[in-house]
């Protein structure tokens, strides 16, 4: 990974959603934005917050949180570790 978050930044690989429930196949526009995943990076924090989050945390995260971006063909969330509800575990 040739993306490092800087600050109090941590970038989240989201978990796939659902394509299958009870036999139903559910098509893209009509699944619902996972809220949960995996951190791939996390930068150093700041001097009033210290970073807690580390890589392969599986956070869940705020519907709304973040900035999606897509980088060789996959899609990363990032946001600030305040974005993060808590680590799963």
């Known amino acids: 990974?040739?993306?490092q978050p800087l600050a109090d930044r941590v970038l989240v690989l989201p978990a796939s959603a659902e394509e299958k429930i009870g036999g139903i196949i559910i098509p893209d526009t009509?699944?619902?934005k996972p809220l949960r995943g995996t951190i791939v990076a996390a930068?150093?924090?700041t001097k009033d917050e210290e970073m807690i989050l580390k890589k392969g945390d599986e956070v869940l995260y705020g519907k709304y949180s973040g900035t999606e971006l897509e980088y060789e063909g996959?899609?990363?969330l990032m946001m600030r570790q305040s974005d993060v509800l808590a680590i799963i575990g």
């Open 74 to 76: 996959e899609k990363f």
């Open 43 to 45: 930068g150093k924090g």
């Open 30 to 32: 009509a699944k619902e």
């Open 1 to 3: 990974m040739n993306i």
